[in-house]
């Protein structure tokens, strides 16, 4: 089985500052790994994948994410926050390979709030 | 550029009503699945599909029905609509069941 826990609820950070969203993982299989964004009222939107490449995962709007085997986790970054990042992420892991009913499992989301 | 796209967006219900929340998709995916949004619960899996003709249960399948007659069109159905079906609703598609997933904007239901 596969699960994936999200440790912080609600992340607020200053305009300009570091973002560091966590997410560990786990699965007796080989994982791919993703971030999704999702600001209100809207549906999810992709920020970005680990697939068994590169560890370290660029994505969209200045985001990236390293995948760390040996902590299994999967903690999404930005350098700089900016107004716009507020907003519910999920962490979410898959089987690469088949072998369970597993598809794509959700955390259950951190709430990242930008003060000015 | 349509992508997944569900309606309607908004819906009430009263309980013991029945309805249809649509989902259709233009890429051309075999996979399609409907989660339920509550809150501080992230996603739960309803029902998915791997082609048309298939379908199968997710996580949290009671009270729900679908369907899938075309590779395009994944329906979710509401039999008898409790207040404990309130919630938002997402349809997503893709490639596999291990892919990336591409998501609908969400219908936020009412059950009253």
Not at chain 1, 73 to 92: G, W
Not at chain 2, 35 to 61: C, F, K, N, W
Not at chain 2, 68 to 86: I, K, M, N, V
Request: net charge neutral; charged share 15%.
């Amino acid at each position: 089985a596969q699960s994936v826990t999200q440790l912080d609820s609600h992340v607020s950070v200053s305009e300009g500052t570091p973002v560091l969203l966590r997410c560990n993982y786990s699965s007796s299989y080989s994982p791919s790994l993703f971030w999704y964004v999702q600001h209100p009222n809207k549906g999810l939107q992709l920020l970005l994948k680990y697939t068994s490449a590169a560890t370290l995962v660029k994505g969209i709007n200045g985001f990236e994410a390293e995948f760390k085997k040996s902590e299994t986790s999967f903690h999404l970054t930005k350098p700089s926050a900016h107004m716009s990042d507020a907003a519910e992420y999920f962490c979410v892991v898959s089987l690469i390979s088949g072998g369970g009913a597993d598809g794509l499992t959700f955390g259950k989301g951190t709430h990242l709030i930008i003060q000015p | 550029n349509a992508g997944v796209t569900q309606t309607p967006k908004f819906q009430v219900l009263k309980t013991g009503q029945s309805m249809t929340l649509q989902c259709a998709q233009d890429m051309n995916h075999e996979y399609m699945s409907w989660y339920r949004q509550d809150p501080g619960m992230g996603l739960r899996l309803i029902h998915y599909s791997v082609g048309a003709g298939i379908t199968d249960q997710g996580e949290v399948p009671n009270g729900y029905n679908v369907s899938r007659s075309t590779t395009e069109d994944f329906p979710l159905r509401l039999l008898s609509a409790a207040p404990s079906q309130t919630s938002v609703y997402f349809c997503a598609s893709s490639y596999s069941k291990f892919r990336e997933a591409f998501f609908g904007q969400g219908t936020r239901l009412t059950v009253v």
